[in-house]
């Protein structure tokens, strides 16, 4: 957070990445669970 | 879609012509036709070459050697003895009537392997003990009075490209006869047998079917009270078997619809469904059950016909396709038809394979 503070370009440029990273990672989360709950709906339809 | 269309489907020629061979070869084989050829190869061979090297100075028209040799063997052993090249000595004489002795009986052989090929594929086909080997067929499973409507419908539905037709029960040789005869300029086929019974669905070569019929049956002295039952067990039987192949349905008792749609058929058609609903209509709007049944009969060509939508319509409005259809097709639009198939667990698997796909497959292959 020091060197965010201190050189405040380099941390928004770390700033972004990581929340990019981030994002990706809550997106395929997001992907994960609506096919585990479908296959779960046909599983149970079976 | 009220118009005529027809689907270019059928078998070609020179595949029938392969499984023609095919079953030519494998029957050959059984009859033990190879050894008895190579046999009779083997007596030409033997022969020629005893006459070659025992007289070598036997009466010929033209050039000696190993090849007129051979000429002569194969020449006296089909009993045609044309008489240019004779043996003179008496070692070449013994042969030559070794090869005349032996020539008559071994190409009897040959000969009764060959045309008991033909007899034999005709007697099973009568009997129905034939296995199909044709593919793209429709199978009819069962027998009862409304049979031959079916085939006229399958007939004039199809006209011109009709893939052939299976008859899968267990009639009696003298009806399967009458029926082959009503139906001679068509290809029809027949597997007797009872087609709750997976090695009978198997001769009629179900699982490169087209499409399959069960009928309420009552071939083979079964009673109607009885035939949804089969109906049922044949079903699953041939959902088993070929999940993808489209299965319609006869049903006597509407009772029974919930057991047979348990064994996933395509559509299901109960006896005397709609009955009620034609007399009813025919008591309020006279004409209008006339209407329905002249659409759904065998005999008006002005019928109801499913097409694919053509591309170059896809996305376009009503108004816009309607037009389109009359002009081209000379067709009124009545309905649109949209199928969707059920989505399955291996539709919902990535691309790239991550632990959730393979818990995925894991539950696909446990409910299996």
Known sequence: MKLIEANSELGVKILLNLSELLLGRLKQCNQDVIRLTTALSIALSK | MEKKQSTKRTT?????AFSFFRYGYQHLMKERFFKILTITCI???YGALALFFTDRYYITKGATGIFDALYWAIVTIATVGYGDIVPVSKAGKIFALMI?????VLLSFITASVASIFVEKKIK???????IRSKDHIIICGWNENADTVINGLLVQLKGTLPKI????????????????RYRDQDLGFVKGNFVKEDVLARANLLRARAAIVLADVSGGRKIEKADERTIFSSMAIKSMAPKLRTCAELIYPENKEHLLRTKVD????RGETTGSFLA?????PGMGDSIKLLVSNQDENKLWRIPVPAKLAGKTISEVVPYLRNKFGALLLAVVKEQESMKLEDILSDDSTFIDEFIRLIAHCLR
Do not use: M
């Open chain 2, 12 to 16: 070609p020629s020179f595949v029938k």
């Open chain 2, 43 to 45: 007596i030409i061979l």
């Open chain 2, 100 to 104: 005349i002795l032996s020539g008559p």
């Open chain 2, 125 to 131: 086909e009568g009997k129905g003990l034939e296995t």
């Open chain 2, 166 to 181: 299976v008859l899968v029960n267990e009639l009696e040789e003298e009806d399967i006869q009458s029926i082959q005869y």
């Open chain 2, 267 to 270: 559509e299901i058609v109960i």
């Open chain 2, 281 to 285: 209509t025919a008591a309020i709007s």
